[in-house]
Nanobody
Framework: QVQLVESGGGLVQAGDSLRLSCAAS????????MGWFRQAPGKEREFVAA???????YYADSVKGRFTISRDNAKNTVYLQMNSLKPEDTAVYYC?????????????????WGQGTQVTVSS
């Protein structure tokens, strides 16, 4: 069982930066694929970024070049650095985890979820 707790959301202006954190419980954090998803009002939850246990990263096209996912296995924490934020980035951001080596991009392949943190970007 893995418990995930996100933090770092807030209200910012377009062009600003935010860093989200996701703290995970458990002794085998390093063995999990970690992902970030987001859900805007009235929309489906969508993939944002993922990072493998060895550090390989994948991004949605909409955030590539602006967002960076990273992990600190010693701290059981995954981060999402978000730069050059746009109003369309406004959403609840969720941290997710799945065991194994295969990085996936759909929500139904992740076993564990955090409660979400709100990010609002004003124009």
């Amino acid at each position: 069982q893995v418990q995930l707790v996100e933090s770092g959301g807030g209200l910012v202006q377009a062009g600003d930066s935010l860093r989200l954190s996701c703290a995970a419980s458990g002794r085998t954090f390093s063995l999990y694929i970690m992902g970030w998803f987001r859900q805007a009002p009235g929309k489906e939850r969508e993939f944002v970024a993922a990072i493998g246990s060895a550090g390989s990263t994948y991004y949605a096209d909409s955030v590539k070049g602006r967002f960076t996912i990273s992990r600190d296995n010693a701290k059981n924490t995954v981060y999402l650095q978000m730069n050059s934020l746009k109003p369309e980035d406004t959403a609840v951001y969720y941290c997710a985890a799945r065991p194994g080596l295969l990085i996936t991009f759909t929500r139904d392949t992740y076993n564990y979820w955090g409660q979400g943190t709100q990010v609002t970007v004003s124009s």
